[in-house]
């Protein structure tokens, strides 16, 4: 079927791609129209403005948004004027389930339909094609199946799960879901993302401990600002964690799509230096805890996996010079300005 | 090759029949005769004490203890006197990496070999394959690379990482790895095993925020003890959870094995009301937040994930008491039984 | 000078009566009658309704409002129409700050001005002062100060803080504090109150490990699903914790009030048997954990606080059951209904 | 009662003071004869050598070591041999239970007493007396009631707990307290310093959030990588720290001794650039968190303190990095330098 896809970004145009591999139609769009270009090239038909990527679409039209969170609001200002009665709207990226809530009441009042679609899959989507989690209205998920359908990894990419019996009509199998109404789709990529950030710290923390395993290696100072290690004799090991990784990913429980990244990272940085450590989080992971407190829900890992994040970028400093000067008032204490043994390892 | 296997439990006769099934030859002992009968209905030559097994094997010897950590040692102190220099000792359980460095220089001082071995596969192992964390003697593992070989799920198990070069000549492609020294086997297995702890709360937490994304449709109580949902209309979701994991095992970021079990729990038993979640720790968890401790690295989410567990079995009961008599005596607060709203979900 | 005060619970009453003794004029009501006739046998006036409580106080009007968080809105709802141009509405509960500045603009549209109390001490307050921390309009703020003097403890709580000069003119060292503009008052004390939640934390978990200093006393099984004690030597102390938290009270860094109190439970109920520990929360160690994941503070101490009282109304229950259903997919781990050891503690 | 006091650094020295001014005579010894040559200034007997020491003091002896942790084992094997059959020594500084219990049966063999004691108070102990807890032989610890006498702060140092008896006989009033056997004032000092780390952290923490609280002030940047704050009318507080903690000094749930401290550091250092914010830890943190991993007691709020500071020295970083290898392999995200908002406040 048809689709209007507006925002060809790093996600944006290769959705388009494996949706024109698949046999949909597309007609691409985005403020960049080199962006534009580059998708005609491939024989993609593109449009050169919001009223031209409307006058392209067949009614009832179905427009997919594909920008960043914080511009889909101004985006849907200036095309929901162009659009007419049961046209649905279509935002992929990464929005605030609260902000589908509200937009939905808002398209709603005009007979537009609002459909929200978390997308997991990453830059290997365009091959292995996309995890979509989705929220609407069941009528209108249901006429955009195709669409879903060619953009999904199908039931191939995985084996079939024991127990679920093929008749059960579901499309989980396939790998997009009707999650439930409005917001039901971000709401459960939001979580996703959630678990997302906790099974990295697991693998990241795991992994630093790993990398210490030579830590009685290192003499340690022994003095009163320091804890010496009582026992260097078991921590001698030299690990290599390329090795290490890529051992995990057979037949170990821990084995993921997430291992396999980490192995091909290591293969050729075994040090991981092409990397400082500071780590960003894009807004799902925040919303994730939030939602566990107004649900009463404890999350102390997923939580803690996002305040390493804000560590790593050094928005513990305030809190611990606070520590530093406590400990200087009680007891003395002077600030170290570096701790042998931990150093060479970074 | 030729290898005695002691300890015929769910574990151990597995992997004797996957090491016959792989062309070695298994000599199977157990101090319960009727699990040393199974296998030897099966095919597989058994012994009916220490002493016939050892008799039964040539030297130099092969013994692969597969019995719980706790007995490791009282089955060493058997079978050490029986065996001759050359002889080499393979610990499969769940050892403390600890106990390994002492044993290997016990074993060390009888000119005994002592190898250990950290097997990570569980019940799917036999048909998967073991994937094997090992450390000891470079020339001694070397030796007993046909029993890993055997054991190990083989390259085929996980596509190639991108950028390994196949002449590398490593055997973790293979899912077994030389690790280090001894003990590296058990320390990388116990540091998986940390690793499966945080990815396994990612998602137990995960699910629980998905369940309880319905809690605005029951009412919670206005008093000064209760934090009221604010805004009720924003948790109206039905989720299944059944569904939910098996989309994301198609092309999504957190796909992993673990998730496949999940789902696969899931689409019998929706609520989980086979389990009444009390959470055993067999010990790996722990020593890994101690080994980091003891390396100075940071372990917020292992360590999370792994108190949790604790919190599950009511050990967190007594300091509980304690926050309720601080909040009686400070605000006249009074314990309440129970709140509506979270009953329902459990 | 005179007050018109709302909401005759634990709270309201004892700050009317330190009022009355401080030399100010209350007029108390409350919704039941029988609340305001208790305090006109103590010889303070009462109002019969909002409309005779209006009627009784001077303009410009000054009523504070001391009810569950809950009711504000509808109390507002009532008052409001009642009141003129210059009057002010003191909330001295425990709002949200958003509320707060909610209501401030809507008062504020009327010329009623509005001002935020966040007020700390609890059932102690009546006789060793109340902590008052006050968002506000300042000259507003200046208008109530002998309202908020006689409800401070006053300079003499405390020893004076080295370095301040007597000079500064803050209130502060009386135990009041205009915070800033609305809202301010209401969020420093939901910062409070979130802090409050992990020092108390603080204290709980270092009983509970206190409290099983014993372990070693007690057997521990030895089977794959039980982590066993390796060295019971180094836990045979049966220690006396109404003891050990008095010896803390005098000279020791983590002498507090809270610590107090603890000491003081502790003496007439030594296993805090009076309590089950099903620990409510009410409100602000949620929305302190919500404000510092907006601004991007780490709050790894505050969350886990706060989650552990989650886990403490069984809100991980079925996060624990995901858990144990992992376990027995991948292991064949089946869980345990009790474990020897831990229970007799509690 | 007289006593030697072995190790004249900061604490040793003014513990001298203190007990000589408390009517107790002391035989001061250091290794560095400077430190020695200050007390004796102020008219405290000193040593020239442990030989001397040992001679100077009757019989029974009884020898205080205050030297750092690491250097108690060196001590001791010079110092013991030069003890008889009935003579006491007694380790007041942090030494780790473990070695205590060790040192115990080691000095028992030679019929000498071990007397442990974890000293609490800091660099104000001189004014303030130490709180002292206490593990060792009952008729022992008895009989150097004493000494502790003159180091505790006396009962006056804090009100009266309610409902103890004065008939109690408890020495805890007092501010010292015989915990139990041979290493149980070095186990209830590590835990009290795991309480310390807890209660710091919130502190630290929640100081943290009300230091952002004007981060709606700041624009942060919309792009992929950052979350937008939301509601930036929110966050518009210009709060000062100083007088928040000053006026939480008195009448608030949270004053203790550690909130004295941090409103005087910041009374002249409000933005705390006297640190760095590069915090030590010196062991106790994590020895209480490894105790409570062994009794299996969860302690998510006390370990999170610890690693937090683990965090502050960079510990995290390989972690770090590992996160962002991850994010570049799934998303393509691009680790960012640095983020405007958050850079100003430090």
């Not at 507006?6 to 007609?27: F, N, P």
């Not at 067949?58 to 914080?70: F, N, T, Y």
């Not at 396939?174 to 710290?201: D, R, S, T, W």
Request: charged share 20%; aromatic share 6%.
């Amino acid at each position: 079927m048809q689709l209007g896809m507006i925002g060809l970004g790093r996600m944006g145009a290769d959705m388009v791609r494996r949706l024109t591999k698949g046999g949909q139609q597309c007609i691409a769009y985005d403020v960049q129209s080199a962006a534009v270009d580059r998708l005609k090239q491939e024989g993609v038909a593109g449009a050169a403005s919001l009223q031209d990527l409307v006058a392209q679409l067949e009614k009832p039209r179905a427009v997919w948004l594909m920008v960043p969170a914080a511009v889909v609001d101004a985006t849907l200002e200036k095309l929901v004027p162009l659009l007419e009665p049961g046209d649905v709207v279509i935002d992929g990226g990464n929005s605030y389930y609260h902000d589908d809530i509200r937009r939905a009441n808002e398209l709603g009042a005009r007979q537009l339909h609002y459909v929200d679609v978390g997308t997991s899959g990453g830059v290997a989507g365009r091959e292995r094609g996309y995890c979509l989690m989705i929220g609407g209205e069941p009528e209108v998920v249901k006429r955009l199946e195709p669409i879903f359908a060619a953009l999904a990894p199908g039931a191939a990419a995985a084996p079939p799960t024991p127990g679920r019996t093929a008749t059960s009509g579901s499309t989980a199998d396939q790998g997009f879901l009707h999650c439930g109404p409005q917001g039901a789709g971000h709401f459960v990529k939001m979580v996703h993302n959630g678990i997302e950030y906790g099974i990295m710290a697991a693998y990241a923390e795991g992994l630093n401990i790993l990398r210490h395993a030579d830590a009685g290696k290192h003499a340690r100072e022994a003095d009163a600002e320091t804890s010496p290690l009582r026992r260097p004799e078991l921590y001698q090991y030299d690990l290599n964690l390329a090795e290490v990784t890529e051992v995990w990913r057979r037949g170990s429980v821990i084995g993921s799509w997430l291992l396999d990244l980490i192995a091909g990272s290591l293969v050729s940085d075994a040090d991981l230096q092409n990397y400082t450590g500071r780590v960003s989080d894009s807004g799902e992971g925040r919303w994730t805890v939030a939602a566990a407190i107004d649900e009463g829900v404890p999350t102390p890992v997923l939580s803690a996996a996002l305040f390493a994040r804000f560590s790593s970028r050094g928005e513990a400093d305030f809190a611990n010079r606070v520590l530093s000067a406590m400990r200087h008032d009680f007891g003395g204490h002077v600030e170290k300005t570096a701790e042998p043994g931990s150093a060479p390892k970074g």
